[in-house]
């Protein structure tokens, strides 16, 4: 993985993250994240990966069900976002909690989409990011378990 600022104003920085072959593209972005003290932004994001891994949340079970992707695909559409929560590996410091969807196109020509748990990239990923003014924060939702982003939170 490479990145590059692309511009700041302000303090907001916008960056351009590229991965490499066989990057995983949720940890790279999670470290880049990490490294670069990025609280708050949006990504996008378009390439392709030779496997994946989505998800689809099951209201009545409450939990994520896996969508494999066993196939090169090509990342049609990826959109998310980069908060912090506290204490996510336990360590009680604030993470980056990464939110992101993607849409991938296959050989068939059909399409798969969901929440993205792992995407092995192949040959490249290129990923936009743009801060948010302000931190944004996640807590636990009591009722379905998922970290939500708060607004009452600073």
Known sequence: MRSRLLHEVAGLRTFVVVMDKGDDAAEELARFA????????????VGACREATLAYFDREEM???????TEQAEVLSMLGDIAVQPGR???GQDEPALHVHAVLGLRDGSTVGGHVRRAVVWPT?????????????????????LALIRLDVS
Do not use: F, M
């Open 89 to 91: 590996s336990g360590s």
């Open 125 to 145: 990923l290129e990923v936009v990011v743009t801060e948010s003014p302000a931190h944004l924060r996640k807590r636990v939702d009591e009722e379905t378990g």
């Open 34 to 45: 990490r490294d670069n003290a990025v609280t708050g932004a949006g990504l996008t994001a």
């Open 63 to 69: 939990t994520y069900q896996d969508i494999p992707v």
